[in-house]
């Protein structure tokens, strides 16, 4: 594969992320609300994320015409439908950003920020100020305009490798352990996220990521340089996601060992 170089210079702070100390500090179901209300704006630019690509590498316009490889068509429109439109618990058909939404109000934990935050660029506010507007942490702010700056590129081959490589949950068996356990003890308090969870690891994390890494692979086309510039886009990404676990550590609430 052409890009295994990629995979093989970005693995270690992969993981990094695996075993980063957040995930061993997730004790409470204050520390999950904590998780939630940051990591709810990494599930919904990644949308944001997954929409340019397809901007990028389908037609959008009207009159349609044909546009691009057939087989990178098919990849990102198949990826895009799971996205946006899966089910939730019931068969209902939901986005995965609004499955998080749910799942974050039976929790109990603030859904303000992140509405606040659509209901700006609902009104058109361009997204960087939207983002100074926004009151949530400094992490959280320079983790999503990350996001947009990789979409600022407008370079297909850049944005598919991010999205494949940098923006991976990596999410280790412990912590879907722990959701368990706690939902468990709280009546089903955790039950739309543990189902997230699940269906996050089922979806994305096989056949989407499949569909994501032979996307990347077509674009870069065994071009070094695109490679290459894919290669640190990456790198600067799984960065980002390093100081926002970093951020969620730090907010977590502090508490007497073995309690």
């Known amino acids: 594969m052409a890009i295994q170089q990629l995979i093989n210079e970005t693995e270690k702070l992969k993981q990094e992320l695996i075993n980063h100390p957040l995930y061993q500090r997730l004790k409470h179901p204050e520390d999950i609300k904590v998780f939630m209300e940051h990591h709810v704006f990494a599930v919904w630019d ?17 009159p349609w015409v044909p546009k691009g490889n ?20 019931q068969g209902n058909r939901i986005s995965h950003f609004e499955l998080y939404l749910q799942a974050m109000k039976q929790a109990s934990a603030s859904c303000s920020e992140i509405e606040q935050l659509l209901a700006r660029v609902q ?10 507007m926004a009151k949530i942490p400094d992490s959280v702010k320079q983790f999503v305009l990350h ?13 598919a490798a991010v999205f494949t490589f940098g923006r991976e949950d990596l999410i280790p068996g412990m912590f879907m352990h722990l959701v368990k356990e706690l939902n468990d003890e ?13 269906r996050h690891i089922e979806v994305d994390g096989d056949h989407h990521s499949k569909l994501a890494v032979e ?5 870069c086309n065994n071009d ?10 990456v790198i600067s990404s799984l960065m980002a996601r390093k100081k926002l676990w970093d951020g969620v550590l730090n907010a977590l609430p502090l508490r007497i060992s073995g309690n």
């Open 224 to 233: 070094p340089v695109k490679i290459a510039e894919a290669e640190s886009w």
């Open 215 to 219: 996307m990347t692979n077509q674009l």
């Open 70 to 89: 057939a087989n990178t068509r098919f990849l990102i429109n198949e990826i895009v439908v799971g996205e946006e439109s899966d089910v939730d618990e």
């Open 147 to 159: 996001t947009f700056n990789v979409i600022a590129t407008n370079k297909p081959h850049v944005m």
């Open 46 to 62: 990644f949308m944001s994320l997954l929409k340019s690509l397809q901007k990028n590498l389908t037609c959008v316009d009207i």
């Open 123 to 132: 009104n058109r506010m361009p997204i960087q100020e939207a983002m100074l």
């Open 186 to 198: 709280h009546h089903g308090k955790f039950g739309i996220f543990q189902y997230y969870l699940e």
